[in-house]
Nanobody, 128 residues
């Protein structure tokens, strides 16, 4: 069983930045594909940014390209989402997700169906 714990959410004004972190309880961090998702009230969870099991493969939703950056800190077993130029439309609950993928990345890193481990979420609120 893998446990994911998100941190770093909070409130910020439009144009500001936040850094989300996701700590993963595993000794095989680099064998997991990982992603960040967000959910608006009454809506389904949507992919934001994701990293294949190796750091050089990343995927981003169109609405965050150029603003958000996903990275992995293998020394700390942590997935990081740097969010810049935040907009009020980015206000949502953000979730970290993981799936075991030791031999190849999942076909669509931004699809929630591909993940089976989820964190509890961290709230991001952007005021205009």
């Amino acid at each position: 069983q893998v446990h994911l714990v998100e941190s770093g959410g909070g409130s910020v004004q439009a144009g500001g930045s936040l850094t989300l972190s996701c700590g993963v309880s595993t000794d095989t961090f680099n064998s997991y594909c990982m992603g960040w998702f967000r959910q608006f009230p009454g809506k389904e969870r949507e992919g934001v940014a994701a990293s294949g099991r190796r750091s050089y493969k990343t995927s981003y939703a169109d609405f965050v390209k150029g603003r958000f950056t996903v990275s992995r800190d293998s020394a700390k077993n942590t997935l990081v989402l740097q969010m810049n130029s935040l907009e009020s439309e980015d206000t949502a609950m953000y979730y970290c997700a993981a799936v075991w993928c030791p031999w190849s990345d999942v076909p669509n890193l931004l699809s929630r169906e591909g993940y089976n481990y989820w964190g509890q979420g961290t709230q991001v609120t952007v005021s205009s």
